[in-house]
């Protein structure tokens, strides 16, 4: 089940290993998508009982895997973290980093990297373009709303972009939106940090399934109406400290 914010790249791929590929074209409640997907997965699964539907949107093992992986090999590979940022989607890795970190390291700031638009956090929605960071559906991992991180960083697509191709320019590294959008926190924050502090980033994406979109000229023309600069990475995001929304 897929979206029109889908990338083509990700489609031939899936459709490359076997599957039936359903795209759905309503927007949901909230601008997005997600609702309309989940409404339709809903009713192939009344349809045919046979099919399963594994549900990374309020599956308790996405948490826990991250938990009990990506968390402890950043423990594993640091002696301290300051400061991890998170890029916040379905919350699965930012709920499960949040768990293990408030256990094994209670002085890490864990700081959730969120796209203006998204009501993850409670704020309105507004239509995005990019898939991955954000979404148009309180998550259903619920305990979100009691493990809240210690801040939250909201980001204009824009800024995800710009931080992505100014690492392909000037560092030759080819990451994703979702990458990109926490560079780009990390870069609005650099002021604040003491020296010597050891910053974490989690990079769950790369930027080949973005070619046609992030890295596409037409496509950012397009959807944002001006260039984006790559020359300059200085977000104008908002954030919120110590996770009160």
Same mark, same amino acid.
Request: hydrophobic content about 40%; overall charge negative.
């Given at each position: 089940m897929t979206d029109p914010l889908a990338s083509e790249d990700n489609?031939? !791929?899936?459709r490359a290993a076997g599957a039936h590929v359903i795209q759905v074209d309503e927007r949901d409640e909230s601008g997005g998508y997600l609702g309309t997907r989940i409404r339709c997965i809903e009713e192939h699964l009344k349809a045919d009982p046979e099919l399963i539907? %594994? +549900?990374q949107y309020a599956n308790t093992a996405g948490p826990r895997v991250h938990a009990d992986r990506t968390a402890q090999e950043i423990l594993r590979e640091f002696d301290s973290v300051d400061y991890l940022f998170v890029g916040t989607g379905t919350t699965g890795t930012l709920m499960g980093c949040l768990d293990r970190f408030r256990k094994q390291s209670p002085h890490t700031r864990v700081i959730a990297v969120d796209a203006y638009g998204s009501v993850t956090f409670g704020f309105p929605p507004a239509r995005r373009h990019l898939p991955g960071l954000g979404t148009s559906r309180r998550p259903g991992l619920r305990d979100l709303d009691e493990n809240q991180p210690d801040e939250v960083i909201r980001l204009k697509e824009a800024d995800a972009i710009r931080a992505c191709r100014h690492l392909a320019i000037h560092r030759g590294v080819f990451v @994703? $939106?979702? %990458? @990109? $959008?926490v560079v780009a926190a990390m !870069?609005?924050?650099?002021?604040d940090f003491p020296p010597g502090a050891t910053l974490v980033a989690v990079s769950p994406d790369m930027g080949d399934r *973005? $070619?046609? %979109?992030? *890295?596409?000229?037409?496509?950012? !023309?397009? +959807? *944002? @109406? $001006?260039?984006v600069d790559t020359g300059v990475i200085l977000p104008d995001a908002e954030t919120i400290r110590d996770g009160n929304g």
């Open positions: 489609i031939v !791929l899936m539907w %594994t +549900n @994703g $939106a979702s %990458t @990109g $959008a !870069l609005q924050r650099e002021r *973005y $070619a046609r %979109t992030v *890295y596409d000229e037409d496509w950012v !023309l397009q +959807n *944002y @109406g $001006a260039d």
